[in-house]
């Protein structure tokens, strides 16, 4: 069943901007992941964070989770157009054995 | 990281046809293989989570006996498509994890299926 509601679900910047999203749950999770999905393709995992972790780095990547408020955020700084996808946020909860996506933001970079 | 293939990539067939699309973990051997459905610019639906060696397990709503899946080994499963039809017109997306659900998912470039 889907579980995380992504905010926004478009989001359109220019290069080198940041680009910020969001995403909510609601029941308790053991781990959060982001995905990145360009536009017929498959998913390409972006980054986990487990529900111990507060916040996460990868490169260009920043995660938060606060498992207080059942929300993540997902920052890509200093964005590229080649970053333009669409993100989705998935969580396992601590009982379950799978992946419950979002509906995701779709991200448009602009040269 | 590792890598997971799907065949073909796409297909069209007729209404009333089957259609079998394969998953394979080409580097890894995939304890737990997921089969995923997207519909244009939604989310991704778990369908069913497939063990090596054992029957699938099927989310609520999703006809068993409408889409067949075998994990006969490691680094295979499949997905069949029995008498498709239109609706059944979809993007499918299997994933594999060597490690329960609670690790990283390595996910296939997916196959879409178009029903006439």
């Known amino acids: 069943s889907q579980q995380g509601e992504e905010d926004p679900q478009a989001l359109s910047i220019q290069e080198g901007e940041n680009a910020t999203m969001n995403c909510s749950y609601k029941t308790s999770i053991n781990n959060l992941q982001w995905y990145r999905q360009n536009s017929g393709r498959g998913l390409v995992h972006l980054i986990l964070i487990r529900s111990n972790e507060r916040e996460k780095h990868s490169g260009r990547l920043r995660v938060t989770l606060d498992t207080s408020k059942k929300s993540s955020s997902l920052l890509i700084t200093a964005s590229r157009a080649a970053d333009t996808a669409s993100y989705f946020c998935a969580t396992v909860g601590n009982s379950g054995y799978a992946l419950n996506f979002g509906k995701g933001t779709s991200l448009l970079v602009t040269p | 990281g590792a890598v997971v293939s799907q065949h073909p990539s796409w297909v069209i067939c007729k209404s009333g046809t089957s259609v079998k699309i394969e998953c394979r973990s080409l580097?890894?051997?995939?304890?737990?293989m997921f089969w995923y459905r997207q519909f244009p610019k939604q989310s991704l639906m778990l369908m069913a989570t497939?063990?090596?060696?054992?029957?699938?397990?099927?989310e609520q709503g999703v006809e068993k006996d409408k889409f067949l899946i075998n994990h006969a080994s490691l680094t295979l499963s499949t997905l069949t498509v029995t008498s498709a039809h239109p609706e059944d017109s979809s993007f499918y997306i299997c994933s594999a994890t060597t490690s329960g659900n609670t690790g990283e998912l390595f996910f296939g470039e997916g196959s879409r299926l178009t029903v006439l």
């Open positions: 497939s063990n090596e060696g054992s029957k699938a397990t099927y």
């Open positions: 580097d890894f051997q995939a304890t737990t």
